[in-house]
């Protein structure tokens, strides 16, 4: 557990000095045709994800929390559908494949434990 726990932490201080992108690149916009026939939604997608943002900017609790997000959307529920910038983007991976693992030998341990 202990192990997992470090895991997850490192992946979420990766995240934030890495992996997140300053801003969302997505952009939506809403609005009515010359018609008059309902609104149409426009969804404009920029470039690449960017991390510009100083050393000391990047530890935010803001940020925190949405590294969290991705963590355990990453972890537990196996989607983040996130932008994330390049180190992010082999970050999660990279948590993708080792944390169900120790989560699964924790899981193993227990289980032996209860057994005896």
């Known amino acids: 557990m202990g192990w997992l726990l470090t895991a997850m ?3 979420i201080v990766l995240m934030m000095g890495l992996g997140l992108p300053d801003s969302s690149q ?3 916009t809403t609005g009515t045709g010359r018609t008059g026939s ?3 939604t426009l969804t404009v997608d920029e ?3 960017r991390l510009a943002l100083p050393i000391h900017d990047r530890f935010t609790a803001e940020r925190f929390n949405k590294a969290l997000q991705v963590e355990l959307n990453s972890v537990v529920f196996r989607s ?3 932008d994330l910038t390049t180190w992010g983007t082999y970050t999660e991976m990279a948590s993708r494949f080792t944390e169900p693992v120790l989560l699964t030998l924790a899981v193993l341990a227990v289980r032996s434990r209860i057994k005896r």
Do not use: H, L, M, Y
């Open 26 to 28: 997505r952009q939506d």
């Open 9 to 11: 932490a490192a992946t």
């Open 38 to 40: 309902g609104q149409v």
């Open 47 to 49: 470039q690449d994800p």
């Open 80 to 82: 983040s559908s996130q």
